[in-house]
């Protein structure tokens, strides 16, 4: 990662923020990142457990976030129109 890369990556949620829908990064063990978005359920003992979209929910060690914020709520599904 740059120096620039990192200097732009920062952590703007805090235990306040339970109940927001968040965007989270996260180093993997391998030295990969991923990235985890949805409602922040809880934020306790250094775990966050986010709630995806689809309902599965995902824990997340603080150690590993190296960026997050708070999102807008997502947008409505979007219909099918048939012809």
């Known amino acids: 990662m740059s ?3 990192a200097a732009r990556l920062v952590v703007s949620i805090s235990p ?3 109940g927001q829908r968040v965007s989270l990064r996260r180093r993997l063990p391998e030295g990969a990142y991923s990235d985890v978005v949805g409602v922040l359920e809880s934020w306790a ?3 966050l457990r986010v709630r ?3 309902g599965e ?3 997340v060690a603080e150690a590993t976030v ?3 914020k708070v ?3 997502a947008p409505p599904a979007r219909r099918r129109t048939t012809s």
Request: hydrophobic share 45%.
């Open 3 to 5: 120096g620039r890369l």
């Open 16 to 18: 306040a923020d339970v």
């Open 45 to 47: 003992d250094g775990v």
């Open 52 to 54: 995806r979209r689809t």
């Open 57 to 59: 929910p995902v824990e």
């Open 66 to 68: 190296v960026a997050a």
């Open 71 to 73: 999102v807008p709520p």
